[in-house]
């Protein structure tokens, strides 16, 4: 019974995307649809990013923060947990938990430096008092299994160390997405391989086999990864505006 | 674990927020424990019945939110699962009505004791199989955390909890962190409280790993063979000078680096001195030096593992360690509600203890539990080993004094636990071996105690009052017992 993956609260609480695509119902009352409810969590992952750049925090809390909040959002409404606030405390609380801490004062400060819209705006007390409420709402669940170890590990079983890169940066964007919430990591790292893989023509499906995975399953998430790139062209600040603006306050 | 699991699943399934639940659904039945931390409470959980501890978490630093030792210890607590470590079954909130600043409170599965409680129990004495099982699961569940990179960092008699079948848990990572195996990063030294403090914290190392924690298993080791803490300094150069004094003096050639930890130079011995483990503990059997000595190792890198200490003889020689479900049954022994009958029971003890002294052949067993007319009947009543009592119902004894004597019943004896004690004439705190070997001192004949002099080795062990001596107490700080004295070790 070792600490891993398997026994985690992480696996227990793997979901469908049927669970993962629900606007609350006081979302609902607002307007926004699965659409708005999908670009503002990527919205938020970007700001938990670029706030995570400025107070210099490693990758490994950024994934872990978004998590938080996607997880959040499965259960909680944006009407009461105003994504403005969620994102940058998800920050907070997980730099604690992957004990990288960072200040909470000096979070207020890069807000105030990267929004000048006062609807960014909040002071410490705020984030302290979301704190409790996103632990509540995550129910204390905070250990997350990332895709970044298995990464490495099948990087260099598969003889593609040269791949560290493009793949990494695959794995970075999986977080724009739900997926995190909704496979197993180990899963996510392989469909960054194979997409990888196929870019460069690399004949690896020997190796695949071996390794006793569904691979439809992985295909399935690599083809969401490309689907979700291609939708990405189109995503522009305007829609992203106009979901936002479907916010209170 | 899997039960916690299905716990909170249930969770899920009946509160359609998925938050945490109320800490209205158990009825807190009475304070257990006042630790750094804060309280612990014994509670009943009101739908399932099924008693639970509550730690209270403290929310002292307000301006960092929830604070990042409960966060370390929760996220830790998720990640073990193993029947040598407490479980946390959920975390649950009380909320104020105008604010968002209500109390968290940590679930935990309940335990009946404490090793520290058990070892200060008037009169109790560990079985050398019972105290072999005990290591044993220390050692198991400690080897569990370490192979799942956690170092533990407060490890001492009162953070080993026993349930009454027997199974000992490591409890209270509040002190716990992760770590990598390179031991890479910097990790404070204010940890581990202070008497099983190991010497390259005392010395200010701030890289470190589970070598740490084995020390302690040592200090704790010899403190159930010994009878009392082996090395209770008083500050922290107190503490390196019993160290130095038990185990010699490092140098450059027994322990390679001493020299380059922050301290050193500050805290150098003066004068040399050499190992005297064996001799000091002359009295403890072969293995059981053997293996002590492993442990109590000055460099870390040349301490054994947990995973070695397993493989030792001592756990494979005879006597065998005992199965935990052979372990008697005692009394619960939290302390905060029942002190002041316990005191009362006490002093009849101290009577009874005089009787006995006068008439000592008169007990030649155990004194049957009609002696005492006390609401709470002493330890003695143990079980037989051969499990043939009813078990104990989990939480029996909370709601009400705990029963009298038809609660254990006493006619299992003759076959009983305290057979093998070579009768009661041997007056040492602890149980002669059962094959031949010689009594440990005790209070009866303090001129077979080995002698420190100046080190205070020599002196009677803790039951120097004899075997009914102060009640230990649970993390309490009882004003008289100096057991579990806390040290100002912060995070």
């Given at each position: 019974m070792a600490a891993n993956f398997w026994t985690s609260s992480h696996y227990k609480q793997l979901l469908d995307t049927e669970e993962v695509d629900v606007v609350h119902p006081l979302d609902k009352e607002r307007g926004?649809?699965?659409?708005?409810?999908?670009?503002?969590?990527?919205?938020?992952?970007n700001y938990i990013a670029r706030l995570a750049q400025n107070v210099k925090v490693r990758q490994r809390v950024v994934a872990t923060a978004i998590t938080y909040m996607r997880r959040v959002y499965v259960r909680r409404s944006m009407t009461e947990y105003d994504p403005r606030l969620v994102a940058p405390t998800c920050l907070y609380l997980a730099s604690k938990a992957e004990e990288s801490t960072v200040q909470a004062r000096l979070l207020v400060f890069y807000i105030k430096k990267l929004y000048s819209d006062e609807k960014y705006r909040f002071e410490i007390k705020e984030i302290l008092e979301m704190e409790m409420k996103i632990l509540e709402a995550l129910n204390y669940y905070l250990v997350v299994f990332h895709p970044y170890r298995a990464l490495s590990q099948l990087l260099q079983d598969a003889g593609m160390n040269d791949a560290t890169q493009p793949t990494w940066g695959l794995v970075n964007d999986t977080y724009k997405m739900d997926l995190i919430l909704i496979h197993p990591p180990h899963l996510i790292a392989l469909a960054c391989i194979y997409i990888a893989s196929v870019q460069k023509d690399k004949e690896n499906t020997a190796w695949f086999e071996e390794l006793r995975v569904d691979m439809n399953v992985v295909k399935n998430i690599a083809m969401e990864i490309l689907d979700f790139y291609d939708s990405h062209k189109l995503i522009t600040d305007d829609r992203v505006n106009a979901a936002m603006n479907k916010l209170a306050r | 674990m899997m039960a916690a699991a299905a716990n909170f699943?249930?969770?899920?399934?009946?509160?359609?927020?998925?938050?945490?639940?109320s800490i209205e659904c158990f009825e807190k039945l009475e304070q257990i424990g006042e630790g750094t931390y804060g309280q612990v409470y014994m509670a009943r959980d009101k739908k399932t019945g099924e008693i639970v501890a509550l730690k209270k978490i403290r929310m002292d630093n307000e301006k960092e939110g929830f604070p990042i030792t409960a966060i370390r210890e929760i996220k830790i607590l998720k990640k073990l699962q193993h029947e040598n470590v407490i479980t946390l079954k959920e975390i649950v909130t009380s909320h104020d009505s105008n604010k968002y600043k209500g109390n968290i409170y940590m679930v935990f599965e309940y335990m009946d004791h404490d090793l520290t409680g058990l070892a200060d129990r008037p009169g109790l004495r560990f079985t050398i199989p019972q105290i072999k099982c005990y290591m044993k699961q220390l050692l198991t569940g400690l080897h569990y955390c370490h192979v799942n990179q956690v170092l533990h960092r407060?490890?001492?008699g009162s953070?080993?909890?026993?349930?009454n079948e027997g199974n000992l848990k490591l409890a209270d990572f509040g002190l716990a962190r992760s770590f990598s195996s390179d031991h890479n990063a910097n990790l404070t030294n204010r940890v581990i409280t202070l008497w099983y403090r190991p010497p390259e914290l005392l010395l200010g190392a701030t890289k470190y790993g589970p070598a740490v924690d084995m020390w302690s298993v040592g200090c704790i080791f010899a403190e159930l063979l010994y009878g009392k803490p082996i090395l209770p300094g008083k500050n922290e150069p107190e503490q390196l000078n019993k160290i130095f004094?038990?185990?010699?003096?490092?140098d450059e050639l027994t322990w390679p680096g001493v020299s380059k930890i922050p301290w050193y130079n500050k805290f150098k011995p003066v004068r040399q001195m050499k190992k005297r483990i064996r001799e000091l503990f002359r009295h403890f059997d072969r293995h059981a030096l053997d293996l002590l000595e492993k442990m109590l190792v000055l460099d870390p890198a040349q301490r054994i593992s947990a995973k070695d200490a397993l493989d030792a003889e001592y756990f494979w020689t005879d006597p065998l360690p005992?199965?935990?479900?052979?372990?008697?049954?005692?009394?619960?022994?939290?302390?905060?509600?029942?002190?002041?009958?316990?005191?009362?029971?006490?002093?009849?003890?101290?009577?009874?203890?005089?009787?006995k002294l006068q008439h000592p052949q008169q007990h030649a067993r155990l004194p049957p539990i009609q002696q005492t007319g006390q609401p709470h009947p002493p330890h003695w009543n143990g079980h037989p080993m051969n499990n043939s009592?009813?078990?104990?119902?989990?939480?029996?004894?909370?709601?009400?004094?705990?029963?009298?004597?038809?609660r254990y019943p006493p006619d299992g004896n003759t076959s009983g636990y305290y057979q093998d004690r070579g009768g009661y004439n041997n007056t040492g705190p602890y149980p002669t071996q059962g094959r031949g070997g010689q009594p440990y001192p005790g209070n009866s004949a303090p001129s077979n105690a080995p002698r420190g002099a100046t080190s205070g080795y020599g002196a009677p062990p803790n039951y120097s009052q004899g075997p009914y001596g102060p009640s230990g107490s649970r993390s309490q700080n009882s004003s008289g017992g100096n057991r579990n004295q806390q040290y100002g070790w912060q995070q």
């Open positions: 926004m649809t699965l659409e708005d409810f999908k670009l503002i969590k990527l919205h938020m992952a | 699943q249930l969770n899920v399934e009946e509160s359609r927020a998925w938050g945490s639940r407060d490890i001492k953070n080993l909890l026993i349930d004094e038990l185990c010699g003096t490092p005992c199965d935990p479900k052979s372990l008697p049954k005692y009394e619960a022994s939290h302390e905060f509600q029942t002190k002041k009958k316990r005191q009362q029971q006490r002093q009849n003890e101290e009577m009874a203890k005089r009787q009592q009813p078990p104990l119902p989990s939480h029996h004894q909370y709601g009400k004094p705990p029963g009298g004597p038809s």
